[in-house]
């Protein structure tokens, strides 16, 4: 306790491992789970819409500031050097490599994260899930795999979607406040855009949806106590998953320029 | 007849701190009622999360079925965890389940769907309970006592051998807790069900048991039957009675 108070960093390094360790485990017992039973059918589809309605908005905004303010940096850092044509370069490079599938991650640790958090810690503090494991099954299984699989796919389909809406907003403001033609702005994305940054942008999402479930999932299972647990792990969830997504950003981006 | 059920040898459960069981020892033959008294936080929940396997002792032996629950894999103890209906304290419904999928709740997770047997079966077990028109609610829909009828008819299901009872009453007003006490009695003279009764309410535990433990400090410190709980002058029992009792 004591130690908590007087290194603060240490602690809250020891959680994160510690933290991830659990999740690893977990992860380890859902997936050794998939052959024992029926695949969770219905579960798996009611969480691929919760997870899309849950971020539908929230990308959409993210998306389109994230594109307005890229066009404007752009423009400015374009029209010292004189490269006013490459704008199409300066939003897809950063868009679609980096910050639609990072804010698009960000987001969605908040928003589906934490919803995964405490619904599962809200079932182990009300016994719901010792009730699973007295019939006989797998919480992992059960629980875990539906939340896992939804994510691996919403989340790369809400990148592109971020993505595109990101290209929409670039699109609003060379357009309209700095007077770009249509044509113009169209032609310098096209010939920016590459099917490397595309792919690498969605392989990191895929490798976020991962994390982002498999934390989240397992702080959840971890709620020790009453409701006030709840909250708790909700925070801690959010918390580690996005320093959790920053990490493996750095890790898969320098992966992605070894093979450049 | 004087088959064993249940066995717990010398079991220690502790979370860190000082032990909640310890020395613990507990025989239960099959067909009996047993009610399991003690103040809040004396370990009944623990008990019963260690009959099913749901937690491990750092030191004994649990003994379910003539199987050593405590030394059992998560898949090896389904087929002990098959014969047993636990009764979570709040019912532990699932949320977004509706009653008739709770309660069918095993037979959908079968590895082969048998659509008959569920509807035969959740009909059935909701009948036994008198919540057959409640099949569609949500268990937020329902009150108190409503759930915990709609949990034991989930544990019902499959027939057990064995049922687990966590304060079946606790929180209800005494008609409502009449109907479920009703329930649990019937279970018994019906299908000569093994049952495990943890509560706190003395005239409610005198009113079904067979025979009645009290723990204390981890152990099991009163063995016997509701009379003799009832007459007993150790004065610790004294003063439970009368806390209890009000
Ligand atoms: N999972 C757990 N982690 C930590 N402590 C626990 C856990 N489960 C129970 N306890 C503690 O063990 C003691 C006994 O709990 P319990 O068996 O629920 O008592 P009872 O059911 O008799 O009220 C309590 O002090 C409780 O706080
Ligand atoms: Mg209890």
Do not use: W
């Amino acid at each position: 306790m004591k130690r908590d108070v007087v290194d603060p960093f240490g602690a809250f390094f020891r959680n994160l491992l510690q933290e991830t360790g659990f999740a690893m485990v977990m992860l380890g017992g859902a997936l050794r789970s998939i052959p024992t039973r029926p695949f969770p059918l219905r579960p798996f589809i009611k969480q691929l819409e919760q997870a899309g309605v849950r971020s539908f908005s929230i990308i959409f905004l993210t998306g389109l500031f994230t594109g307005m303010v890229l066009a404007y940096q752009g423009a400015i850092t374009l029209e010292r050097f004189g490269g006013k044509s490459l704008i199409g370069n300066a939003i897809t490079a950063s868009l679609l490599k980096e910050l639609g599938p990072v804010l698009a991650a960000l987001m969605v640790a908040g928003r589906v994260g934490a919803g995964y958090a405490s619904e599962l810690g809200t079932m182990v503090v009300t016994e719901q899930v010792a009730a699973l494991r007295a019939f006989g099954t797998d919480p992992r299984q059960f629980l875990v795999l539906p939340r896992l699989l939804a994510l691996l796919i919403m989340l790369p389909l809400l990148t592109v979607y971020a993505n595109a809406v990101g290209l929409f907003g670039g699109y609003l403001v060379c357009v309209y406040s700095l007077d770009f033609s249509t044509l113009y702005y169209l032609r310098s994305i096209e010939e920016s855009m590459t099917s490397q940054d595309v792919i690498g942008g969605l392989v990191k999402s895929f490798v976020f949806a991962g994390i982002i479930a498999t934390i989240s999932c397992s702080v959840g299972l971890n709620a020790r106590g009453g409701s006030e647990a709840v909250g708790r792990v909700t925070t801690r969830a959010v918390v580690i998953s996005s320093i959790m997504v920053l990490f493996a950003d750095f890790l898969v981006t320098r992966l992605l320029y070894v093979f450049q | 007849m004087t088959a064993v059920d249940i066995d717990l040898r010398n079991v220690e459960i502790g979370f860190g701190g000082p032990p909640v069981l310890h020395e613990f020892n507990l025989s239960v033959p099959s067909s009996q009622t047993l009610v399991v008294l003690g103040e809040s936080g004396s370990g009944k929940s623990t008990m019963l999360g260690a009959i099913l396997g749901l937690i491990r002792p750092q030191r004994g032996e649990v003994e379910v079925f003539g199987e050593r629950v405590d030394a059992l894999s998560e898949r090896q103890l389904h087929p002990v965890r098959a014969r047993i209906g636990m009764v979570f304290q709040y019912g532990a419904l699932f949320d977004s389940e509706t009653v008739a999928e709770n309660v069918g709740f095993r037979i959908r997770q079968q590895p082969r769907f048998d659509a008959a047997r569920f509807e035969r079966e959740v009909q059935e077990k909701l009948e036994f309970v008198g919540l057959a028109e409640f099949r569609d609610r949500l268990p937020g829909e329902l009150s108190g006592g409503q759930k915990k009828r709609v949990a034991i008819a989930r544990a019902l299901v499959g027939d057990p051998a064995l049922m687990l009872y966590d304060e079946p009453t606790t929180g209800l007003d005494p008609i409502t807790a009449r109907k479920v006490l009703e329930v649990i009695r019937r279970i018994r003279e019906e299908f000569g069900t093994t049952s495990i009764v943890v509560t706190h309410e003395l005239h409610y535990a005198y009113y079904i048991a067979d025979r009645v433990i009290l723990i204390r400090n981890g152990r099991v410190v009163f063995d016997g039957t509701p009379e003799a709980f009832r007459a007993a002058d150790d004065p610790y029992i004294v003063e439970f009675r009368s806390m209890e009792a009000e």
